[in-house]
Structures are given as structure tokens and as C-alpha cells.
């Protein structure tokens, strides 16, 4: 992380300030792009072509799954925007049970396929759909309401879009634009005391720390929110993606992450995710921890 910027910028009354986690993960080499994405697994997939660069890494999507179960244990977890399954299919290898959907039949069919590669009796912890996340999930959140049932956890891994090719991400403009990643979390607040939620390297931490508040807020809690815990995958210098814990998953890695050395303060520096992760790599840091202010989410 950077150095600290003395006693940060004045904070406005509108604006609130909070504390982010960053670790860093290093990922292995792979000796193909098909093993990086797949594992050995690789041959027995099916996908669209255009949905390559949005399948989840083997090893990230492995990293996220026994992040689960070392902290949830095993037990029922909703894997929203699916895609073709590459989150999915690694949790139902470790023996979860999955509940996922996403809006394209042809990506539903692959994620069939997919999971189905990891061996017999996968497919009947599998409950997939096909549909409008929003749709899905809103009867779903009424109708557990009713019960008291929740998922161990919810993992969201919302379509980038070209947003992603801007110097910051906003997670308001997700997907085509009009997709916000704060809605998404809205919807399925009730169903999960647990949230993992996979970005692009270029948002902003603040961002994180506004995205974990809003949380809070529409799950009816009081007080300030919990940090949220952001894990970068890095190769080298590399980053390619970041996973933002949110909720008990968050508290209880949190309390096994060993401290940063010392609160770097960005109130006054836009940082994202990507620069706050180079900076720590760059100085062999690999916790690190920042405060953030932010605006609140309406």
C-alpha cells in the first residue's frame, strides 16, 4: 500500500470512513492458458467462445471454494451469474450443494456439462436454472423468508462489461451499463449472512468499503459496518481479478489473517484495488489494510 498521507484529507460530514483488508494470493504457473482456466479437467468442457475471458480461473475459483468450507463448512451455496460453471463446478467437486443460475440456456447447458466432468453423482447436488437473476432470486428471497432458510453463502460474479476497460471500475455499471452491483447484493440480502463478490482490478477500494456498508444497511443491521476482506490474485506483477469477502465469511478469515503492520490512510487518494495490491507486492507485503472514506449508498 502506499505511504501514509500524513493526517489524511477533511472529512465531510456526508462522507463516512472505514477499513479495508487486502491480502494477496500468488497463483501458480500454468503451462497452458486451457490448464489455467480448467485444470486437467480441460479437454471434457464446453463453452461459447466468447465467454473465455469470463470464466473463473481453476485455481481462483478453487481458492474461493475452500475459503468456503474452511470458514462455512459444507453446506448449501448460491452461485449467481454462473456463466458456464467454472465456480460452480468447483464447488460441487468439494462436495457443496449448488444452487446457481444465469440468464443464457446455452451457459445453463455447459454448466450441466462442466460439472458433470468432476465424476457421478455431482449432478444431484446441482439445482440450476435458467432466468433474470432479479426475478429468480426476489421469489426466492420471499419465499425462504417465510422458512428462515438461508444459503451458507451467496457468490456473485456479476458480467464486467466494457466498463472494465476504464482506468477505474464503477460498480454501477456493470454488464451493458445498467446492471449495479449494489442492486444485486439488495436483492439477495436476506438470503445469506455470507458474500463473495468477484471484480475487476480496477475498483476502486473505497468502493469495497461502500459496497460492504450498503450491505449492512439493507440487511437491516446497525452500527458501523464490518471490514470487508479483498483477496488479489496476482502472477508476479500481474493482477488478474479481486474476490471482496463481505459478512461472517469476512470476520472469521479476518480473524486468521495476521495484521497489517500499520493503516495506510487514502482518504484523500482514489486508489484501486490493482495499485493498492502492486504497491504491498512491491514493498514484499502481502496483508495490508486501508482507510477509506466514502459516500453512502442512498
Known amino acids: 500500500m502506499p505511504e501514509e498521507l500524513g493526517e489524511g484529507a477533511a472529512v465531510g460530514a456526508e462522507c463516512i470512513v472505514g477499513l479495508v483488508t487486502i491480502i494477496i494470493t500468488s ?5 497452458t492458458a486451457n490448464e489455467w482456466l480448467w485444470g486437467r479437467i480441460w479437454r471434457k468442457v464446453k463453452y461459447n467462445p466468447n465467454m473465455r475471458k469470463s470464466i473463473t480461473p481453476r485455481f481462483i475459483a478453487d481458492c474461493i ?3 468456503i468450507i474452511t470458514y ?9 451469474f454462473s456463466g458456464v460453471g467454472g465456480q460452480t463446478a468447483s464447488l460441487l467437486a468439494a462436495g457443496l450443494t449448488v444452487y446457481a443460475c444465469d440468464i443464457d440456456a446455452a451457459n445453463v447447458e ?4 462442466n460439472a458433470s466432468a468432476h465424476g457421478v453423482g455431482v449432478l444431484e447436488r446441482l439445482f440450476i436454472r435458467c432466468g433474470d437473476y432479479f426475478k429468480r432470486v426476489a421469489k426466492l428471497a ?11 453463502a451467496i457468490h456473485f460474479d456479476m ?9 477505474t471500475y464503477c460498480l454501477d455499471k456493470m454488464g451493458d451499463g445498467s446492471m449495479s452491483a449494489f442492486n444485486v447484493l439488495n436483492v439477495a440480502a436476506s438470503l445469506a449472512d455470507s458474500f463473495i463478490v468477484k471484480c475487476p482490478k480496477n475498483v476502486l477500494i473505497a468502493d469495497v468499503m461502500k459496497l460492504a456498508d450498503y450491505l449492512h444497511r439493507v440487511k437491516g443491521l446497525t452500527g458501523e459496518a464490518p471490514m470487508p476482506l479483498v483477496e488479489v490474485f496476482m502472477s508476479g506483477d500481474k493482477t488478474h481479478m479481486a474476490v471482496i469477502y463481505m459478512g461472517d465469511i469476512a470476520a472469521k ?3 486468521d489473517t495476521p495484521p497489517a503492520a500499520r493503516v495506510r490512510d487514502l482518504t484523500g487518494t482514489p486508489l484501486t484495488i490493482e495499485e493498492g495490491a502492486s504497491s504491498m507486492r512491491a514493498k514484499a507485503r502481502g496483508v495490508g489494510c486501508a482507510k477509506v472514506q466514502f459516500q453512502a449508498r442512498a
Not at 27 to 31: E, G, K, L, T, Y
Open 27 to 31: 497463483c501458480p504457473h500454468a503451462r
Open 253 to 255: 478469515r479476518l480473524a
Open 65 to 67: 471454494t475452500t475459503t
Open 110 to 113: 455447459h454448466t450441466k456439462h
Open 142 to 152: 420471499a419465499r425462504w423468508a417465510m422458512k428462515g432458510t438461508k444459503f451458507a
Open 159 to 167: 458480467p464486467w462489461g466494457q466498463e472494465y476497460q476504464r482506468k
Open 72 to 80: 462455512l463448512g459444507v453446506g448449501m451455496v448460491l452461485d449467481a
